[in-house]
């Protein structure tokens, strides 16, 4: 092996490695503007919190005022938390700290980040899991049903999803106390954490998580059936039909590719109404999850605490949606 | 000749939607094995729907008035789904009259041919490919069927369906879009697989060159309906039924009222926009319509191909262009540049000498009105979602070329002027046959009153009469209107027969232009023979 045969490798590979770097550093600029742009969303989205809570009756330092507080004894605290400044001036110092993982005090004097550091991931993990088996039974269900459109499945399907959607979280939630706990005494009505505050069994969990599904399966369930439905009558689809393909094969090989972006979509509006239902889910349960911490907060109109959750949640939610517009795209520029 | 065993026997089928239009005439046909049968006939007399039945699937809510369906010994008329579905997977295949929509988009072309192989092997797919003469070997096996030519879609399907076997193979215009030279080829590989694979062949089919080069048998659809039903009562064409795939009395009649009016005095009507509204005339040095030096280049997976390649291409006013070349050599990636549909990597575009925006979303109201293009595909570019009289009435609005309270006229007219009747206008593109549906898409880029009209393979779905009548029809308002055609086609007699320039495209590069009767002799041979 010769030293010019060596340089002529390298000078070969040389323009080829420019313009693969090339490549990964664009992709790597599109990744910042999209991220940068979700970021905006969100840092728009805990000013509108602050502004809605400027405009709640009471603040903070009245809410949480222990009985026979004095006027003067309020007023100090009120300083003291900063509350006597405007709200303009409060949003811009809590904003400057977010980044540095500071989300401020809350009116009792904790870290909003030590209140929120156990509650946050046993709700993740209550939404988590209820994402999963939402998407999982509303994909059953919706191929179920379109495997034999106008059939028994699916008016079934069509019928009860309508009926679980219309049907709140709360209803839900008594109708399972009333039969897994006082009925047949499966399973405990309400959570028992473990010493580090996370839900004592998995079993805690079922109630929660089905509470949160039913009326999201409901809705999923109806999107992938009609997503279905618009790919059935795609000439593609038709064609495949026509070549004897299995009902099975059509459905999945070439109708649900198809139905993805829609299904995609509708799993994400989904994660925002999750973690909405988890604040009723989580109080019923008694779960010791953001939701309780969220009520509570809000009774105290305590800014921080409200904003650090919302921060939390909203994260989540950009983050899912923007899995979501990504299946989109995949899916679409696919076509060419 | 009767010796060969049959494979399909048709007895007497009668297909009508109960209430309304008769969709199949009676008609009787029976294939052999080792033999080839061309189904020929104006566009509506029902070969699409003759060819769906043979496989047991009929067009929504139509009903069998009479007769029976045999193939390969079951009536699949009657047969249960899963045996059905059974005949269609491994015994009989299928091929549409529009590949382009019926491969799924997200497969891509291995895929697409392994999924109905009985042998799904990658070389046996290739072979496959290979037989269905596409080249294989510049990754055309790793394309999506939207990154291939409209010729090689249809070849692409023609090698989905041989995939699996079949004893039967029904083709509905199998060469449509395809140059002459690709058509005998595709001749030849039916010639041979009926022959070697002893296969039952049927091709619907307007090509009268198709015909004679490979077909053993016969069936006009138009003259054995009319034998047929002689003693049965007419058919009613009132025209007045909600669904019908196609009428073909009234067909007949339009196309009767077409031709004459070619002949008739030229000035009675004008599809065109009011005069003021017409563009102000260069002189014939100023080229109407001018690209230079345009490239397009296609990359997937860091492959690169180049559709266009330092193109030049200019029309005068009131000239017809013709644009041929082998398929997937860039045709109508050029028309779609020039309609302002796709950017081009490098190249200018100039109207009326001014510099035009290659984005059709920059340009002016009056530069997009004129510039018309109707598309290859009719039954993918027209919204299944409207009525043929909305999809005309749209254009019609949106450039202001008609007064609301005459919409309805207007539209009208424009169906008149294609030939169909005014009661179409209610009709959904889905009830219309093939060759109906491109009437509609020339009428749709008529309404605008264009000044040039670029016409993606718009014969290529039609029988030879009606593609007649519309090309009369194109010449003639090129000569009332000083409309500028430029003239996408594989049917070189046709372009040599309405254009005075031609342009040969060959791989993406300009390889030969000139006037069209010294590079098309004739129109008999083609300038890019291999």
Redesign the interface.
Known sequence: MSEAAIEGAEAAAAPAAASALRRSLRAVGRTGVVLAKRALMLAVLLAVVFAAIELLPGDAASATSERGESAADTAARRRLLGLDRPVWERFPDWMTALPTGDLGTSARGEHVTDLLAAPFPNTLLLGATAFAVTLAAALALGCWAALRPGGTADRIVGFASGIALALPEFVVSIGLLLVLSLWTGWLPAVTLTAPDGSPASWTMLVMPVLALTVPQIGWNARIVRGALADQAA???V???R?????PRRVLL??AL??AWPAIATGAATSTGMLLGGAVVVETLFNYPGLGTVLSGAVADRDTPVIAGVVACTGAVISLVLLCADLVRAR?LG??? | MTDSPTAVHVTDLEISIPGGPALLAKTSLTLRRGRITALTGPSGSGKSTLL?AV?G?LPDGARVASGTVEVLGHDVLALPADRL??????RV??V?Q?PG???????RVRRLVA??AVDPSPQAVRDLLAECRLPVGDGLPDR?P??LSGGQQRRVALA??LA?RPDVLLLDEPTAGLDATLRDEIADLLRHLATTRDLAIVLACHDPELVDHCADDVVDLGTAASVNTSGAAPVDTSGAAPVGMSEKTSVEVSEKTSVGRSEAAPASISVNAPASASPPRGDATVPLLAARDLAVT?T?HGRTHRALDEVGFSVAPGSSTGIVGPSGSGKTTLLRVLAGLQHPDAGALTLDGRPLHAGARRRSRAQQRRIQLIPQNP?GALNPARTVGATLARPLRLHRTAAKADVPDRVAELLDHVGLPADFARRYPHELSGGQRQRVSIARALAPGPDVLLCDEVTSALDPGTAAAVMDLLTRLRTERRLTLVVVSHELRLVAACTETVHVLEAGRVTGSGPSRRLLPAGTLPPMAQ
């Not at chain 1, 026509?242 to 299995?246: E, K, N, T, V």
């Not at chain 2, 579905?85 to 491994?90: C, G, T, V, Y």
């Not at chain 2, 929509?101 to 497969?107: E, I, N, Q, W």
């Open positions: 795609a000439p593609h038709a064609a495949a026509l070549d004897g393909l299995s090989r070439h590719p198809g899916t696919a076509r060419p | 769906r496989i699937d579905r059974h005949l269609r997977r491994h295949a299928y549409g529009d929509s019926a491969l799924d988009p997200r497969m999924e109905t999506r939207g990154a989905r369906a699996r296609f997937r039954l």
